[in-house]
């Protein structure tokens, strides 16, 4: 019989909000939504994993300095500072320094923010994502920012050909979902009590998921729709939980640190 190794424990990070139309996020809706903009801290017995840093922690309190007056008035960014990813890792007692490993979905400036704070870490992105980054097309070119790209050239990174067992005993899978954009990845941790898919933006809400919609401005977006029946067809064969990292409904329903999985 094959057995796994297990994540210890999984937080998810209080997270600042974006305040969007919703018609951005999916075809047919209307009105404006809040979304969470989360980050996830796993802990594992050969390292502490961070996915997706969110947004620049500066943002919450300074939108405008950050991200500029025009991209931050469409953005309607709240929060507190408590909600900052320093503070967040802080608060359950862990150093900045103690993590290993960051894993990014992709290169948007929503899931990137945070990567200076990690200088130690190895880390990963899917394969193609940082070129994409470097001369991406022009309906994603907003939401790759030149900053994230100055920071990534000082750290310790690799791209992840296809899917991989971060450390090769199937508690966390950095997993392939390409479309949202060429790098995307979505991340399976596999806990004692149940196993988790973390979708970082290869879907954005329950509802697209369901109806196989891709997001109005992927990249590829036959590519989106294939990597979304991956995650369902995984669900189905790992017995797990897809979490959508920007779907306020997951948000509400799932536990937030200092609630944890385990």
Do not use: C, N
């Not at 989360?38 to 300095?65: N, Q, Y």
């Not at 790209?149 to 390409?178: H, K, S, Y």
Request: proline letters at 6%.
């Amino acid at each position: 019989m094959t057995t796994h190794g297990h994540a210890r424990r999984l937080w998810a990070l209080d997270s600042p909000t974006l305040t969007v139309q919703s018609e951005t996020l999916l075809y047919g809706t209307s009105g404006e939504i809040t979304i969470p903009v989360p980050s996830f801290l796993i802990e594992h017995p050969k390292g502490l994993v961070v996915f997706d840093t969110g947004l620049h922690p500066d943002a919450i309190e300074h939108p405008d300095r950050v991200y500029g007056s025009e991209l931050a008035a469409d953005l309607g960014i709240g929060g507190s500072k408590d909600s900052r990813l320093d503070r967040q890792i802080e608060a359950l007692g862990y150093k900045l320094s103690d993590v290993t490993h960051v894993i990014s979905s992709h290169g948007h400036f929503d899931h990137t923010g945070g990567l200076f704070l990690f200088p130690e870490a190895k880390h990963y992105f899917g394969e193609g994502e940082l070129r994409y980054a470097s001369w991406p097309d022009p309906i994603q070119s907003f939401v790759y920012r030149r900053e994230m790209l100055d920071t990534v050239r000082t750290l310790d990174v690799r791209e992840v050909p296809g899917d991989l067992d971060l450390f090769g005993d199937g508690a966390i899978t950095i997993l392939a979902t390409p479309g949202h954009s060429p790098g995307e990845v979505s991340l399976v941790v596999r806990l004692h009590s149940r196993t988790f898919i973390l979708t970082g933006d290869a879907v954005h809400l329950r509802a697209a998921l369901e109806q196989e919609y891709h997001f109005p401005i992927d990249a590829d977006t036959a590519s989106a729709v294939r990597s979304l029946r991956k995650l369902k067809y995984l669900r189905e064969s790992l017995d797990a939980t897809i979490w959508i990292s920007h779907d306020p409904d997951d948000w509400a329903e799932f536990a937030h640190a200092p609630g944890f999985y385990e």
